[in-house]
């Protein structure tokens, strides 16, 4: 069986470092906001080079965190892309604004820059762009645009721990960037986890407010805020992975390059790396017409597969709902129905990569 993810091979390696952090956390005794969230923070701030960075329960909250912080709420717009994971759009509408869909490239299935500006309307407060399995969004005219019309920049890092755009870290271009360290993420704790990191002092002292009740001072409350701390036995766990991220990331980008000679001449399309960017492969995701086939030949053979994601958000249920269609996002909806993601881990081996590459070339 090759799966997705194995999270089991990375802890048996930290296995020893990883105990000790555990058992060091557990005789301290400081569970919520304790010195190894304090650390982690300082730690995830200076490997991005940027002076804060805000430990919170999950990805989710990190965005919603932000997006509050920024201001967003009720009667604002918030341009998006479509081709990603709901939580993205989710907390856009959970902090009262409306998600604004923008179509994607093809090649790196990021937002389309020139997709953006038809879409800005007077309502229109940010842009969040999300840097999806792992390849950076195209940032510079990102940047123009949101100048040109005083918006907010809000990065979704969710997969991106470690990429980098035009030598900069995925997260430090805009107003504020969002990560979840959910388990199989290139940076992961073992249970939920999330951080904001900032430029601005403003921003970061009205998310360390909201996440805390709305908090400054102990039981003085100045606005209806959330209980999203970052766990400190999670923050331990992330200190011992944290050194390792570029380590861990150079593997998965191997990886990569030998599934890219491994599935040359195919009748598919390979992840691509744009020039300037650093693609941290969260996920390796082809796009292939006969994807059903590719599925099934794999999982008869013990290897899994997935498809993230088969319904764009523009087309989810709750989102028509609310919002009614949209439209010009074809190359989403494209994407969609071709995308497939094969296993993708740093301890993923070589022979395991020929497997996977043996049972692709067989399908017909």
Sequence with gaps: MIPMVDLKRQYTRLKKEIDEALGRALEETQFILGPNVEALE???????????????????????????????????????????????????????????????????????????????????????????????????????????????????????????????????????????????????????????????????????????????????HCEVGYNSRLDEIQAAILRVKLPFIDEFNDARRANASWYGSALAGLDLRLPSERPGCRHVYHQFTLCVQHRQKIADALADAGIASAVYYPVPLHLQEVFLKMYGPQKNLDVSEACAREVLSLPMFPELTGEEIRRVAEVIHHVR
């Design 42 to 220: 300082r730690e995830v701030a200076a490997y991005h080079g940027l002076p804060y960075a805000l430990g919170c329960a999950n990805g989710t909250d990190a965005l919603l965190l932000a997006l509050r912080a920024c201001g967003i709420g009720p009667g604002d717009e918030v341009i998006t892309t479509p081709f990603t994971f709901i939580a993205t759009a989710e907390t856009i509408a959970l902090a009262g604004a409306r998600p604004v869909f923008a179509d994607i490239c093809p090649d790196t299935f990021n937002i389309d820059p020139e997709k953006i500006a038809p879409k800005i309307t007077p309502k229109t407060k940010a842009i969040l762009p999300v840097h999806l399995f792992g390849h950076p969004a195209d940032m510079a005219p990102i940047l123009d645009i949101a100048r040109g019309h005083h918006l907010k920049v809000i990065e979704d890092c969710a997969q991106a721990f470690g990429a980098s755009y035009q030598g900069q870290k995925a997260g430090t271009f805009g107003d504020a960037g969002c990560f979840s360290f959910f388990p199989s993420k290139n940076l992961g704790c073992y249970g939920d986890g999330g951080m904001v990191i900032t430029k601005s002092e403003d921003l970061s002292s009205k998310i360390k407010m909201l996440r805390n009740h709305g908090s400054r001072a102990r039981y003085y």
